[in-house]
């Protein structure tokens, strides 16, 4: 699942405008902007560091003389390494850095719910923001009928077609 910059700021917003109204934790009404930001920050934060595992696993793919192919491979012991979350585990380890946050921070009054239960509320949030980006996947190969798929043509025109659909949802 993949996190467009676009959605961060709604992502947050909604993840603890819903925890306050479902009573999960407390925050003063004057502190509750300065909680979306921290939120904000988090899931940068998460954006920079795949970012910069990405940039790592190219280094070594180049230093090695290695093959593409190994990219996943050598992202994900790099990841180990520092123990952080990519592809499926990444929502749930935004979710644990959120929490750990609203443990420590001042701005959060108080914390009333379980961590599992916080978790599971959030995870559904970002399911909901990031689930857009199938429903674009169908539209964007659905336009595409005169083009066979696999074939290099069919690759840059889906992708010019799921970015242009994609800026329009907000998700660029």
Same mark, same amino acid.
């Given at each position: 699942?993949?996190?467009?910059?676009?959605?961060?700021?709604?992502?947050?917003?909604?993840?603890?405008?819903?925890?306050?109204?479902?009573?999960?934790?407390?925050?003063?009404?004057?502190?509750?902007?300065?909680?979306?930001?921290?939120?904000?920050? +988090?899931?940068?934060?998460? #954006?920079?560091? %795949? $970012? @910069?595992?990405? =940039?790592? /696993? *190219?280094?070594? &793919?180049?230093?090695?003389?290695?093959?593409?192919?190994?990219?996943?491979?050598?992202?994900?012991?790099?990841?180990?390494?520092?123990?952080?979350?990519?592809?499926?585990?990444?929502?749930?380890?935004?979710?644990?850095?959120?929490?750990?946050?609203?443990?420590?921070?001042?701005?959060?009054?108080?914390?009333?719910?379980?961590?599992?239960?916080?978790?599971?509320?959030?995870?559904? +949030?970002?399911?909901?923001? #990031?689930?857009? %980006? $199938? @429903?674009?996947? =169908?539209? /964007? *190969?659905?336009? &595409?009928?005169?083009?066979?798929?696999?074939?290099?043509?069919?690759?840059?025109?889906?992708?010019?077609?799921?970015?242009?659909?994609?800026?329009?949802?907000?998700?660029?």
């Amino acid at each position: 699942m993949r996190i467009y910059r676009g959605k961060i700021r709604p992502i947050s917003e909604d993840i603890v405008k819903t925890l306050i109204e479902e009573g999960d934790i407390e925050v003063e009404p004057d502190q509750v902007e300065e909680v979306i930001l921290d939120v904000e920050a +988090i899931i940068k934060e998460y #954006l920079r560091m %795949e $970012e @910069e595992l990405n =940039r790592q /696993a *190219r280094e070594i &793919i180049q230093k090695r003389g290695l093959n593409y192919t190994d990219f996943g491979r050598i992202k994900r012991e790099l990841a180990e390494e520092k123990k952080f979350e990519i592809g499926d585990g990444a929502i749930r380890w935004i979710c644990n850095q959120i929490i750990e946050c609203f443990m420590i921070n001042s701005r959060v009054s108080e914390v009333y719910s379980e961590d599992w239960v916080m978790r599971k509320k959030m995870a559904k +949030i970002f399911d909901k923001h #990031l689930g857009l %980006e $199938e @429903e674009i996947d =169908r539209e /964007a *190969r659905a336009r &595409i009928k005169n083009i066979p798929e696999g074939t290099p043509e069919w690759e840059i025109e889906y992708k010019r077609i799921f970015n242009q659909l994609a800026r329009k949802r907000g998700l660029l």
